[in-house]
């Protein structure tokens, strides 16, 4: 009986001790990352049947057992991955929604500063004071535009430099997964035990890389974890681990995307849309959905700007007397860098596309573009040619790029404002990104002419209407313009005379050919020599002459002109103190010159700046929603797993009891068995 009580008291002590050592274990680790609670299992001995009924053998321990809930761990990773994704997006997008909100960036400042000294030059076009503050406005307003393209290379770069370092951070735990995944497989094949401490190092570096991309896991029958990403792929399956690389695009060099060794040593760029999740999916969706797009919006102000304000800079006449034709006349006042065109780098195909800017658009009052803030994708699949649109996936099919244009092409029935040219045929299953606004500021400047000499600026109209000296009548002269592609030389040196007749209230003199009245919305074509023209004041007067020689010339008079009062329509020759092309100029301030007509400068860069705003205060939002959901999924998982050093302390005194209390026992066997032993 003594010694049956000896080995009770012995699994009692050895019992005690293991648990004390786990607690004391669970004490130490309490502020170990990753590290899940145990407690020891343990279970009665065997009995031993008797003639007295079963006898108790002591106690024995199972297993040391992890608290661990893999339900709460998954809600852990879902919303943890989630958070990291929505704090990596709203960390980029605060910067450039804090590069557009300070007033130092000084966009709209810069815009309103330049059409103000396109006043001061309206208000004296002979000024050259005037025009040199107007040449220096436009130059800050050039510089502006190239800050802010220059903060966005930056952060482009830093998006790049990033993904790279957060590639290598997932091969990383990959690898670290992939060899636990051997030792544990091992360890539980030997000893049939659970080896907690590897399932803790494996569970945190699983934590670790769903913060940088979000990851599935499944449990194979060895105890290995198969670690998935995107729509499946395989990132970790047993022991063996796939190898991501950070690649330049083949569509886009500029561009650094994910790749995957497919297993012959080639790697495979994989879809952004399949990076989903953590830092890198937040990284991939702020550029493509807040940096691209910034790119673009950027370039399609600064391409609007140039090309509308050139359009109506080349109809004016310079303080020396140029014109459009001259030599010396400088039709564009800005210049801009090309589209770009990228070829993807696995076409089999010879052909070079390429991309140019349409003309800027006319409604007949002010000058428009039709840009979009989006790049585009052309691809040939032996039959058809497909334009996309990047930006909503908008596409344009047809047999040829002729076909293409004629539908987004300058002129087209839904116009994208650039035209498309190859040099030949696509091979099939070729493609390319063009890039229409992307990149133009990088060679957005003042002509460098201009610059050096500010009598080039073309303020004045090439054409002067003017009423004879000798006119009894109140008719003034109000608006004088030409339009794109004018000719004057019909006008000779002395001019076309206008003459008004009282009793059929008509105005001749005019040149064979059609003369448009436009008056209260309603234009109405009169043919000379057959037709008069009518009379209205305030009404718009466009000639066209038959034979090619006066075009495109419009002019107003208000009032009531008397009989036999003249005008003459004549070249502006020493028109210095005129300023009729300047003030178109700086109309173009209040004008709908973007979005195919429809917003001003100022309304399309405050939507998108606005835009802007929204996601980035809509990412921060979601980030603190999601990190309260963290948080209650994280305590959810801590009060299983997590230490609780006063509960813990508790059981100390526990089994420091129990362990007294077997080790008593062995004490009164060792006393029966010793007196035991005296009697024999």
Do not use: C
Request: glycine content about 10%; charged content about 15%.
């Amino acid at each position: 009986m003594g010694s049956g009580l000896i080995s009770i008291a012995v699994t009692g002590i050895n019992a005690a001790q293991l648990a004390l050592t786990t607690t004391g274990n669970n004490i130490t680790n309490a502020s170990t990352e990753g590290y899940s609670r145990q407690r020891v299992v343990q279970a009665s001995n065997s009995s031993v049947m008797t003639g007295s009924g079963a006898i108790g053998e002591g106690t024995h321990v199972v297993t040391i057992e992890r608290l661990y809930s893999q339900t709460l761990t998954k809600q852990v990773l879902n919303a943890q991955t989630k958070v990291s994704a929505l704090d990596s997006y709203s960390s980029q997008a605060s910067q450039i929604d804090n590069l557009l909100a300070n007033s130092d960036s000084g966009m709209s400042t810069s815009i309103q500063d330049f059409f103000d000294s396109i006043q001061s030059v309206a208000s004296s076009p002979s000024s050259l004071s005037a025009r040199q503050t107007l040449v220096s406005s436009a130059e800050s307003l050039v510089s502006t535009f190239k800050s802010l393209y220059t903060s966005l290379n930056e952060l482009k770069s830093g998006v790049n430099t990033q993904i790279t370092s957060d590639v290598s951070s997932i091969n990383s735990y990959a690898k670290q997964i992939a060899d636990l995944n051997k030792q544990i497989a091992k360890t539980q094949g030997v000893s049939g035990q659970s080896p907690n401490d590897l399932l803790d190092q494996r569970d945190l570096l699983v934590s670790k890389l769903n913060k940088i991309v979000d990851v599935s896991v499944s449990t194979a029958d060895d105890g290995s974890y198969n670690v998935f990403f995107g729509n499946g792929q395989q990132l970790v399956v047993g022991n063996t681990a796939s190898t991501l690389s950070a690649v330049s695009s083949a569509a886009d060099p500029t561009r650094t995307v994910v790749g995957i060794d497919n297993g012959s040593g080639a790697v495979q760029e994989l879809a952004e849309s399949l990076i989903t999740g953590g830092d890198l999916g937040g990284l991939m969706s702020f550029r493509s959905e807040m940096l691209d797009t910034s790119y673009n919006q950027l370039g399609v102000l600064a391409a609007s700007v140039v090309e509308t304000y050139n359009a109506q800079n080349s109809l004016g006449q310079d303080l020396l007397g140029n014109v459009a034709g001259d030599t010396d006349f400088v039709t564009d006042f800005f210049t801009l860098s090309d589209p770009a065109v990228i070829a993807n780098d696995h076409n089999t195909g010879t052909a070079t596309v390429t991309a140019t800017l349409d003309p800027a658009s006319s409604n007949g009052t002010n000058f428009y573009t039709n840009l979009k803030a989006s790049d585009y994708k052309l691809a040939y699949d032996g039959s058809t040619y497909t334009l996309t649109r990047l930006s909503d996936n908008t596409a344009w099919t047809g047999a040829s790029i002729s076909d293409i244009n004629a539908q987004t092409g300058d002129g087209g029935t839904d116009p994208q404002g650039f035209t498309l040219a190859t040099s030949s045929a696509l091979t099939s299953g070729d493609s390319y990104v063009v890039q229409p606004t992307r990149d133009l500021i990088r060679g957005f400047s003042v002509d460098e002419t201009v610059s050096s000499d500010p009598r080039l600026i073309a303020a004045a109209s090439p054409v002067a209407l003017t009423g004879a000296t000798a006119n009894t009548g109140t008719a003034s002269v109000g608006s004088l313009s030409v339009s794109s592609g004018y000719s004057i030389s019909g006008l000779g040196t002395t001019g076309l005379a206008l003459t008004y007749a009282s009793a059929t209230k008509t105005l001749s003199g005019f040149p064979d050919g059609e003369v448009v009245v436009t008056s209260g919305g309603t234009s109405t074509t009169y043919n000379l020599p057959t037709d008069t023209v009518p009379y209205t004041s305030g009404a718009t007067i466009t000639i066209n002459s038959s034979d090619g020689t006066l075009t495109g010339v419009s002019f107003t008079l208000s009032g009531l002109p008397a009989d036999g009062d003249k005008f003459t329509l004549s070249p502006n020759t020493g028109g210095t103190g005129d300023a009729s092309n300047v003030v178109l100029l700086g109309k173009l301030q209040t004008q709908n010159t973007m979005a195919g007509g429809t917003a001003t400068y100022e309304d399309d860069f405050a939507a998108y700046v606005n835009d802007v705003g929204n996601k980035t205060s809509s990412a921060s939002t979601s980030s603190d929603t999601m990190t309260s959901i963290l948080k209650t999924a994280t305590d959810a998982q801590s009060a299983v797993s997590g230490v609780n050093t006063d509960e813990e302390a508790a059981k100390l005194i526990e089994y420091q009891q129990a362990y007294q209390a077997s080790a008593k026992i062995l004490e009164v066997a060792t006393k029966i068995f010793d007196t035991l032993l005296a009697i024999s």
